[in-house]
C-alpha cells in the first residue's frame, strides 16, 4: 500500500472513529479475555458448564444479529452501533462483581449484544471505502486493531501472575467499562451516517428465526461462504474457551510464558495484515484465503502436540502467518480479506441485513461447539477438541477450494 493510499483513509472520519475506539476496547478486551475461562473456573464452574455459559453467549448473538441487521438497513448505521454500545456496559459490570459463576449468565446474554452492531458495523466501514480498495482498508483497521495485542499478551498475563486470576481480571475490567462510556459518546458525536436516507429498507423487522429464509436470496457464493463461516466458526468455538485452561493446567506453562508466546504471535499477525490486504487486492480473496486458513489451521494442531514453551510457541507463530494475512474466520467473524470477500458479494441497499442474516446463520452453527468442547474435555480427553476442530477447518478449506467462485468486480 502506498502512502496516498495510507493517507486516504486516515482521512475519512469512520475510518478513524472505528480504528480509535476498537483499539482501545481490544486493547483492554485482550488483556483479560484469554484468561475468561480461567476466571469462569475459579467461581467453580467445570469444563461443561464453561461451555453451556458460552453457549448462551452464542444463542444470544445469534438472536441479535438479524434485527441489528434490519434496523441498521432501515434506520441507519450509527443508530444501531450508539444502541449496542450503550447495551454493552452491563456485561462487565456484571463480571466486576460476580462470587459465583452462576450469575455470569445475564453477563452473557448482554455481551451477545453486540451482534446488534457487526452488520451495521461492517456495513458502515464497507460504505465508508472504494470498492477497490476494500482489502486493503478493511486490513489497515486490521492492522491498527491489532498494535495493541503486541503488548496485551504479555501485560496480561504479568497482570494474572501478579494479581491472581480473579482479582486481575476485575482491575482490567475496571477500565473497560470506561472506554465503553468513551466510545459511545464518541460515536454519538462523531460518526457519520454513510446509509442514504432513499436507500434504506422499510422492512418489517421479525424476531424470530423464520427471518433466516431471506438467506435464499443471497448469490450462490454467499451461501458458499456462509456454510465454510459456520464450520469455522465451530471449530473456533470448540477450542477458544479451552485454549488457556489447556496451556495452564495440562501444559503446566505460566501466565507470563503464554502472554510472551501471544506477544510474539500478535507481532507476526500484525506485520502481515497490511500484506495480506494488499495480497487479496492484487491475487484475489480466494487464493489468499485458502492460503491463510492452511497456514493458520497449523496453530490449532500444534496445541495437543506441543510439549514445551518452545515447540507450543513454534507452532503458534507459524499459524500466525496465516491468520496474519486475512482469510481466517475467528468466533464471531472473519479476518479482514474474509470481510472484503463478503462485501464484495452482497448489494450496498441490503449489506447490513444480510450480513447479519449470515451471522446469524453461523451462529446457529457454532451454538453447541462451547459445550461439545467442554463435553469432549472431561469425558473424552482434553486434546479432543483440538484435533476434531483441525479436521473441521480442512473441511472448510476444501469447500472453498472446491466450490467457491467469487465474483470480485462487484
Same mark, same amino acid.
Given at each position: ?138 486490513? %489497515? /483497521? +486490521?492492522? *491498527? ?5 503486541? $503488548?496485551?499478551?504479555?501485560? @496480561? &498475563? =504479568?497482570?494474572? !501472575? ?97 502472554? %510472551? /508466546? +501471544?506477544? *510474539? ?5 500484525? $506485520?502481515?495484515?497490511?500484506? @495480506? &490486504? =494488499?495480497?487479496? !487486492? ?111 477447518n480442512t473441511v472448510g478449506t476444501l469447500l472453498i477450494l472446491l466450490l ?7
Amino acid at each position: 500500500m502506498s502512502l496516498q493510499g495510507v493517507r486516504e483513509f486516515f482521512d475519512n472520519r469512520n475510518i478513524v472513529i472505528i480504528m480509535v475506539t476498537q483499539t482501545l476496547s481490544m486493547f483492554l478486551a485482550w488483556l483479560w479475555w484469554p484468561y475468561k475461562s480461567l476466571f469462569i473456573l475459579e467461581l467453580g464452574a467445570t469444563n461443561e458448564i464453561l461451555g453451556l455459559l458460552v453457549m448462551v453467549e452464542t444463542l444470544g448473538g445469534m438472536f441479535f444479529q438479524i434485527p441489528g441487521g434490519v434496523l441498521a438497513d432501515r434506520y441507519g448505521r450509527k443508530r444501531v452501533i450508539i444502541a449496542s454500545a450503550i447495551l454493552g456496559f452491563g456485561s462487565p459490570l456484571i463480571y466486576l462483581f460476580a462470587g459465583d459463576w452462576i450469575q455470569l449468565v445475564p453477563a452473557m446474554l448482554l455481551a451477545s449484544t453486540a451482534s446488534l452492531s457487526r452488520g451495521a458495523m461492517n456495513a458502515l466501514i464497507a460504505e465508508s471505502l472504494p470498492t477497490d480498495k476494500r482489502g486493503a482498508g478493511f486490513a %489497515a /483497521i +486490521s492492522f *491498527v486493531q491489532k498494535i495493541p495485542n503486541v $503488548f496485551t499478551g504479555i501485560i @496480561g &498475563g =504479568v497482570i494474572m !501472575d501478579h494479581f491472581g486470576v480473579i482479582p486481575g481480571v476485575r482491575v482490567v475490567l475496571t477500565g473497560v467499562i470506561g472506554v465503553s462510556a468513551l466510545s459511545v459518546v464518541i460515536y454519538w458525536m462523531f460518526l457519520e451516517e454513510t446509509l442514504l436516507p432513499e436507500s434504506r429498507k422499510d422492512t418489517k423487522l421479525e424476531l424470530n428465526l423464520g427471518s433466516i429464509r431471506e438467506l435464499g436470496s443471497m448469490p450462490r457464493e454467499a451461501w458458499v461462504l456462509t456454510i465454510v463461516a459456520g464450520l469455522s466458526s465451530f471449530s473456533v468455538r470448540m477450542v477458544f474457551s479451552f485454549t488457556v485452561p489447556y496451556v495452564i493446567n495440562i501444559m503446566g506453562l505460566s501466565k507470563t510464558e503464554y502472554g %510472551a /508466546i +501471544s506477544t *510474539v504471535v500478535s507481532l507476526v499477525s500484525m $506485520f502481515l495484515t497490511l500484506p @495480506g &490486504g =494488499v495480497l487479496s !487486492d492484487r491475487i484475489g480473496r480466494k487464493q489468499t484465503v485458502v492460503i491463510s486458513r492452511v497456514i493458520a489451521s497449523l496453530s490449532t494442531i500444534g496445541i495437543p502436540l506441543s510439549t514445551s514453551v518452545l515447540t507450543l510457541g513454534a507452532f503458534r507463530v507459524t499459524g500466525s502467518i496465516g491468520s496474519g494475512l486475512g482469510g481466517t474466520f475467528m468466533r464471531v467473524r472473519g479476518g479482514p480479506v474474509w470481510q472484503a470477500l463478503v462485501a464484495d458479494m452482497t448489494p450496498a441497499e441490503g449489506r447490513a441485513r444480510m450480513m447479519g442474516l449470515m451471522g446469524t446463520f453461523v451462529s446457529i452453527i457454532g451454538t453447541p461447539a462451547s459445550y461439545v468442547g467442554g463435553y469432549l474435555t472431561d469425558n473424552v480427553s482434553p486434546e479432543a477438541p483440538f484435533y476434531v476442530s483441525f479436521a473441521l477447518n480442512t473441511v472448510g478449506t476444501l469447500l472453498i477450494l472446491l466450490l467457491l467462485k467469487p465474483k470480485e468486480d462487484t
